[in-house]
């Protein structure tokens, strides 16, 4: 059984940083895509950030550039988000998916979900 765990979010002010984990399990951890994902009360979800496996390629949404960095450590089985730069526009919660690879990490459906942590960045 597949089970991604995240933890990390809390409140900040505009400027702050964060760090988010997902502990993974039940999967084959190397040969799955990771991302990020975020959803705001009454927005879409949004893609925030992906990690290939492997070689660790990564994508990031437009609006997180610069200030956000996707990373996995493969001896814990962990996704991590590094935010810097945290603006109002960023709280949301987040959430961790992920997606056996078969080609593509930012196109593929991402049909495994964690919980989500919840991030509030006040101004």
């Known amino acids: 059984q597949v089970q991604l765990v995240e933890s990390g979010g809390g409140s900040v002010q505009a400027g702050g940083s964060l760090r988010l984990s997902c502990a993974a399990s039940g999967l084959t951890y190397n040969r799955y895509c990771m991302g990020w994902f975020r959803q705001a009360p009454g927005k879409e979800r949004e893609r925030v950030g992906i990690i290939f496996p492997g070689g660790g390629s990564t994508g990031y949404a437009d609006s997180v550039k610069g200030r956000f960095t996707v990373s996995r450590d493969y001896a814990k089985d962990t996704l991590y988000l590094q935010m810097v730069s945290l603006e109002p526009e960023d709280t949301a919660m987040y959430y961790c998916?992920?997606?056996?690879?078969?080609?593509?990490?930012?196109?593929?459906?991402?049909?495994?979900w964690g919980r989500g942590t919840q991030v509030t960045v006040s101004s």
């Open positions: 998916a992920a997606a056996m690879y078969d080609g593509a990490c930012v196109s593929t459906v991402y049909n495994y």
